[in-house]
């Protein structure tokens, strides 16, 4: 099993910069996928990036592409998320999340955080 913890949600202003973290402890960090989601109000949770285990390979969903950056601290057993450029509709509860062979949808994540907010005003 593994814990997830995020931080670093808030309110900021439209084009500007947030980093999420995503603390995990339990069973081997490395041996994850890990992945950010986030679901806005009235909405479905849907993807936003994931990164593979030793952060190779990494994946973004076409409106987050070119302005949030994923990547992860294997020795300090953190996700990370930096989000440039924020618009409006970035505002939602992101999550963190873990798989073995996670993708881009929400049943190959086995375990999740509890979400941070992130609001970004006009």
């Known amino acids: 099993q593994v814990q997830l913890v995020e931080s670093g949600g808030g309110l900021v202003q439209a084009g500007g910069s947030l980093r999420l973290s995503c603390a995990a402890s339990?069973?081997?960090?490395?041996?994850?996928?890990m992945g950010w989601f986030r679901q806005a109000p009235g909405k479905e949770r849907e993807f936003v990036a994931r990164i593979s285990k030793f952060g190779i390979t990494k994946y973004y969903a076409d409106s987050v592409n070119g302005r949030f950056t994923i990547s992860r601290d294997n020795v300090l057993n953190t996700l990370y998320l930096q989000m440039n450029s924020l618009k409006a509709d970035d505002t939602a509860i992101y999550y963190c999340a873990a798989g073995p062979f996670g993708a881009s949808s929400l049943g190959t994540y086995n375990y999740w955080g509890q979400g941070t907010q992130v609001t970004v005003s006009l």
């Open positions: 339990g069973r081997a960090f490395n041996t994850y996928v």
